[in-house]
């Protein structure tokens, strides 16, 4: 298995519980600091890609890292981080994400770190 991408940052996605909106007329929306932190967020993913799209499959190894004592569930936290890669152009469709490896810790500040890497086929029998 071959890594890809490496790249950390401060603070933690926003999670699925707050990422839309319902307004008046029914319609879901995106909300915009949701928006903007994925933009930023891509930023910098794109900064460490500088390559154009990966066209395989790949696998996402996360590390949430969260100050304090907080509880949250770690699902409800990959949505928007995932959706980033597309967005910096990392891949050209989450699709292509093939397996995910999360895991929260506790630190001294709240950051996430994400290694990427060329999905191998694993068969069952």
Request: net charge positive.
């Amino acid at each position: 298995m071959s890594s890809l991408l490496r790249v950390a940052f401060e603070g933690l996605p926003p999670s699925v519980n707050r990422m839309y909106r319902t307004g008046r007329s029914g319609t879901r929306y995106k909300r915009s600091e949701v928006s903007d932190w994925q933009e930023e967020t891509a930023g910098k993913i794109r900064e460490a890609w500088n390559k154009e799209a990966y066209a395989g499959n790949v696998e996402v190894h996360i590390v949430l890292t969260v100050k304090g004592s907080r509880r949250w569930d770690i699902d409800n936290r990959l949505k928007a981080l995932l959706d980033c890669f597309e967005l910096a152009g990392v891949i050209k469709d989450d699709s292509q994400i093939w397996g995910i490896v999360a895991y929260k810790e506790r630190g001294k500040k709240d950051g996430v770190e994400v290694v990427m890497m060329e999905h191998t086929e694993i068969y069952r029998k």
